[in-house]
Structures are given as structure tokens and as C-alpha cells.
């Protein structure tokens, strides 16, 4: 079955350092997200991608974020200059045309410390 | 702003009985209500997606219903398993399809 893969499984970096994580999503869908949840806390959507273009952004995808298709099957998420608070679980997802079903990875649990 | 809201308390039911989650909304009139099933560590996998026009959908046991009137959604797992403790999350999703808005989700254990 096709699933959306996510590298790495958890990441630990220091503070004010940029970390990337990348996301393999399903190879015919079109729409792309990264939402992320804290410990504890609900599952926010962070950003949507649709080509080669976000389309909607939240609060708290400020100018550290950024993301990116570079090839035709990678879609990462970069984050500049991490802060403590940015610890947390971030999931891709990915969805088909004509679809209302997103598939989400098993996600990247990222530490900053 | 837009909420969505799930029963944060964990629901503790045994083996054979009918699980029922609750999800309200409000500030928002989401065109479709999905639920998700979230286990520890892991992201989220898609149940079942209701429409505004529908008042209800069933998939072999999980039935949901959507009432536009009471700006709610409700989740029923029946003769529930072990294997179905987990924690079930509720998701608003507009026309546009750019988002899912989150509950905090409901951890539902199920006794033997």
C-alpha cells in the first residue's frame, strides 16, 4: 500500500540551528502539508503546497520556516534558526486530486536543545 | 477563531460495548468532518469522512453522524476490541481543502 515516508524519525539539534526534514508523499498525489503537533497538544497545520506554490500558511509558519520541492518526489521542510519551542512532532501529508483523504507520515520527532 | 473541540478526558469502556466520541465545532461550518485515529508516536490514519448533507456514514463498525444544528459530530465504534484503544481525532475540513482543523482527540481504552 502507498504510504507517505518521512526521514529522519527524530532529529535532535541545537538551539539557532536550521534543520531540514524531508518527506516522500505519495507518488500521483498533488497536494502537500506539514502540520506538527507538541507533546501532548493537537495536530496545527503548518502549511499547504500545490504546485510549486504554498497555498495556505498558519500563525505559526513565520519567516524561519520555509518549504520546498526540489525534485519530483522530495517535499522538506526547512526551519532556519530553531528554538526550544519548536520541539515538537512534524508530520507530512499528502493528497490526491479530487480527493478529501490525507495520508499522513509516521513523522519526524525533532528536539531542540 | 475556529474550534474544535473533543472530550480531553480518556474514555474507558470494556470489550463487546459501543464506544461514542463526541466532537463540537464552533465560529466555523466545515463542509466535511473526518476522524483520524492517532496511535502513541505515530501520525494520524484517515477512518471515515462525513459530508454537511450527510447525516450519517458507516464503515463495518464505525458509524458517524453529522448534525449541522447542533454543530456536532459523533464517533461510535461498535463491539469494540483491545485493539481499538487508541486516540481518535476529529478534523474540519472546508471546500477549499487546505487544511485540516484539529480536536485534541479522545483516548478511547477498551478493557478485555
Known amino acids: 500500500e502507498p504510504e507517505v515516508t518521512q526521514t529522519p524519525s527524530h532529529q535532535v539539534t541545537q538551539m539557532g540551528q536550521e534543520v531540514i526534514l524531508r518527506c516522500v508523499p505519495i507518488s500521483n498525489h498533488l497536494y502537500f502539508y506539514w502540520y506538527r503537533q507538541i507533546l501532548g497538544q493537537k495536530v496545527e497545520f503548518l502549511v499547504s503546497?500545490?504546485?510549486?506554490?504554498?497555498?495556505?500558511k498558519s500563525e505559526i509558519f513565520d519567516d524561519q520556516f520555509s518549504v520546498e520541492r526540489p525534485d519530483g518526489s522530495n517535499f522538506t521542510l526547512k526551519i532556519r534558526s530553531t528554538k526550544l519551542e519548536d520541539s515538537a512532532m512534524y508530520f507530512c501529508?499528502?493528497?490526491?486530486?479530487?480527493?478529501?483523504?490525507?495520508?499522513f507520515g509516521q513523522g519526524t520527532r525533532l528536539t531542540v536543545v | 477563531s475556529q474550534k474544535i473541540e473533543q472530550n480531553s478526558e480518556a474514555l474507558n469502556i470494556q470489550e463487546g460495548k459501543t464506544a461514542t466520541l463526541t466532537c463540537n465545532y464552533t465560529n466555523y461550518s466545515p463542509a466535511y468532518l473526518q476522524w483520524y485515529r492517532q496511535d502513541p508516536g505515530r501520525g494520524p490514519v484517515f477512518l471515515l469522512l462525513?459530508?454537511?448533507?450527510?447525516k450519517e456514514k458507516r464503515k463495518e463498525r464505525l458509524k458517524v453522524t453529522f448534525d449541522t444544528t447542533l454543530k456536532q459530530s459523533l464517533f461510535h465504534i461498535t463491539a469494540s476490541q483491545p485493539a481499538d484503544s487508541a486516540t481518535y481525532l476529529c478534523?474540519?475540513?472546508?471546500?477549499?481543502?487546505?487544511?485540516?482543523?484539529f480536536g485534541t482527540g479522545t483516548r478511547l481504552l477498551v478493557s478485555p
Open positions: 501529508a499528502s493528497r490526491g486530486v479530487g480527493a478529501t483523504e490525507a495520508f
Open positions: 503546497f500545490y504546485n510549486n506554490e504554498i497555498s495556505e
Open positions: 478534523a474540519a475540513l472546508d471546500t477549499g481543502f487546505q487544511k485540516l482543523v
Open positions: 462525513i459530508r454537511e448533507n450527510e
